[in-house]
Every structure is written in C-alpha cells, then in structure tokens.
C-alpha cells in the first residue's frame, strides 16, 4: 500500500466529526488500492515486486486493517 495512514497524534487536535471524516475517507482509499491491487497482471505486480499471494493477502484485509 502506498498510503501510510493518518497518525493518531494528527488527529488528536480535530473535531471528533472531522476525525471521522477522516477516517471513512482513509478506510474508503483502502478499499479502492485493495481493489485496484485485485486487478493487476501478473506483469503489473512483478513490476511491484509482488506476488499474486501477496496481492491475494493484501486483498482479503479488512477495509479497517492497516
């Protein structure tokens, strides 16, 4: 994954209702690299230097789960 996730100190300082925006937009980016991820070649992924099983593991996570 490219996204390092938003720090718990950052948000620290926010209003809980921008601190849940920023959630749900965070958890909703995850959701569309995993399914980004799912679609790539087998070119595309050695380019990444993953593997199909890396993928694979990288897909079945939780939308919650870094």
Not at 23 to 40: A, D, S
Not at 41 to 66: C, G, H, S, Y
Request: contains cysteine; aromatic residues 8%.
């Amino acid at each position: 994954m490219t996204s390092r996730g938003t720090s718990v100190a950052r948000l620290c300082h926010l209003h809980p209702l921008r601190r849940l925006w920023v959630l749900l937009t965070e958890w909703r980016q995850r959701i569309r690299l995993r399914y980004e991820v799912e679609r790539l070649t087998e070119q595309e992924l050695a380019d990444k230097r993953l593997t199909r099983e890396d993928a694979l593991n990288e897909v079945q996570k939780p939308f919650w789960q870094r």
